[in-house]
């Protein structure tokens, strides 16, 4: 168990510079192939996904509220279905956002541009958000 604790903090190093580097290396390639749309559309993003994101956030914000209200009256389990509801919300918002950001850009790609508009700048930092 503890050789699998220290690969995975190995790999974790590896996939931090991948994450830091990938995006500025697949920007100076955008900027390249002179696809400009693609870095003023993630720039947009940026900007956007925090606003939109939050308002879409809003209703599992009340489901975790409610949860928290059950628990405190002494319905246990209704709490941690209603707090599980509040977490399914949040994964399925996650999926459905990066599903729609990579076919916004799979669909405007050509075969020459779709390593770097994979791991544009400003795509990671949309899902973080």
């Known amino acids: 168990m503890r050789t699998l604790g220290s690969l995975a903090a190995a790999l974790t190093g590896v996939f931090i510079l991948l994450n830091t ?13 002179g696809e400009w749309w693609a870095i003023g559309l993630g720039i947009v993003g940026i900007v956007a996904a925090h606003l939109i994101i939050s308002i879409a956030l809003l209703p599992s914000l ?28 949040i994964a399925a918002l996650i999926t459905i ?8 850009f799979l ?7 779709w390593i770097p508009l994979l791991n544009r700048p400003g795509f990671i930092g949309e899902l973080r958000t």
């Open 21 to 33: 580097f990938g995006g500025i290396a697949s920007g100076i390639w955008l900027v390249i192939l």
């Open 97 to 104: 956002w990066c599903i729609a950001i990579l076919g916004v």
């Open 62 to 89: 009340g489901l975790g509220a409610a949860a928290y209200a059950a628990i405190q009256r002494g319905h246990r389990r209704g709490g941690m279905l209603i707090g599980a509801a509040s977490n399914l919300y």
């Open 107 to 113: 669909s405007r790609a050509t075969p020459r541009s």
